[in-house]
């Protein structure tokens, strides 16, 4: 038999695509996995689709093949440098959401933290600016998850899909 799930995904710096393949392994009998920007999904009829945190929404590579999913069943997956701070994990997903077709089914959406670019900006805006609490703050935060997306990371990913698509 065919397999019936795609999972495709971007990914810049890496991150995306450890969580992409985790799924895969826990799926493998019944998927494919394709890196964006060479993903054809007219033959499946999931599609579970992982994207970066671009400026608040997806990143625009990921954003122009989920504006494709027409007809699609979807479970989306993001990673991301920020905290779930003020909702904006929330406002993340609504943003992505947003730009599905109206005639796609969204079974699942759900966001992981990363480590990012950011950690480096951070460090330096630090050195230059030592007395200011707020950047500190947001530093060791940045710090105390830049190992991620790690072991429970991959494994509540794991999970996630398995409880929508079945084990
Ligand atoms: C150009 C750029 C913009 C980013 N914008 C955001 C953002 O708006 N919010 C956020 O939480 N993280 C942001 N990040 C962090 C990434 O979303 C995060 O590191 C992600 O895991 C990268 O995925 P990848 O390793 O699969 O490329 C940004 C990173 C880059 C390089």
Same mark, same amino acid.
């Given at each position: ?12 710096? +890496?991150?995306?695509? !450890? =969580?992409?393949? #985790?799924?895969?392994?826990? /799926?493998? $009998? ?56 003020? +909702?904006?994990?929330? !406002? =993340?997903?609504? #943003?992505?959401?947003?730009? /599905?077709? $109206? ?65």
């Amino acid at each position: 038999m065919n397999p019936k799930i795609l999972i495709a995904y971007s990914s810049r710096t +890496g991150n995306t695509e !450890k =969580v992409a393949k #985790a799924i895969y392994e826990v /799926l493998s $009998a019944r998927s494919d996995i394709q890196k964006l920007p060479e993903v054809n999904c007219e033959k499946y009829d999931t599609v579970v689709m992982g994207y970066w945190v671009d400026k608040g929404t997806a990143n625009e590579e990921s954003l122009n093949f989920i504006k494709s999913l027409s007809g699609k069943k979807v479970v989306l997956f993001g990673t991301l440098g920020a905290g779930d701070y003020n +909702g904006y994990y929330q !406002k =993340v997903r609504e #943003a992505v959401e947003k730009e /599905l077709p $109206a005639d796609c089914t969204l079974l699942g959406h759900k966001l992981f933290r990363a480590t990012s670019i950011m950690l480096h900006r951070l460090r330096k805006q630090h050195a230059e600016n030592p007395d200011d609490l707020e950047i500190k703050k947001r530093l060791e935060d940045y710090e105390k998850n830049k190992h991620r997306p790690d072991e429970n990371d991959l494994k509540e990913a794991q999970e996630f899909v398995l409880s929508i698509l079945g084990k």
